[in-house]
């Protein structure tokens, strides 16, 4: 498939086979080809069902932020529909200061059914020093982070707000730094898992294109 050997078609016997025909090849050779193009067409099958579902849900996306009553209700509707497109229990909108080397927390989102549905983060917001948020020095440097596995408060290294998250269930977060026009952003998920899809990081960045016209 796409070059690659993915295996071998196999004939069992319970007898010993010695005068195995030429033709019996051919037909076992054709045989593989028709396979290979079951899967090809299966392959195919399932790219144009994400495509589709892909362009339905950012068409949903864009709709539910025309329709927002306000920039706040904006800004909720995207960063609820970030979480329910990559799995996260929290997305959240973080914005630096390059003068004063601080990071502050601009608006969250937690997914009720996750495990910090009742945690308080309100009491995080404001500006806070960038070397004491887990994603304060890279986001200044405009680089992305991914932590990797969480699993204890210890792994959390310094930053006491990320060591509460990880205490609440929290098992990895990852944040995506982006510009608009002098004001830097980032865009960060927290998940209450520790393995991700590959594509997740491509969707955030697609997701900091959509928001980018809110801010």
Partial sequence: LDGHRLGTLCVLSPGTCPDF???EGDFLRRLSKLLMAELERRRELRQQIRLSADLAFWNRLDSAIADAADFDAALTRA???????????????????QESRSVGYVKSHFQPDSCVAAFDIGRWFGMHPADRISFGVAMLRGEDI????????????????????VKAGIRRQIAHSFDLA????????????PDLDHNVLSLVQEFTTRLTPLL
């Fill in 79 to 97: 960063l609820g529909h970030c979480a329910e497109r990559t799995g996260a229990a929290i997305c959240f909108l973080a914005k630096a200061d």
């Fill in 182 to 193: 002098s004001q830097r952003f980032a865009l960060v998920l927290a998940f209450d898992r």
């Fill in 146 to 165: 991914d932590t990797g596995p969480l699993d204890a408060p210890e792994s959390a290294g310094r930053f006491p707000r990320l060591q509460e998250l």
């Fill in 21 to 23: 025909s030429q033709a």
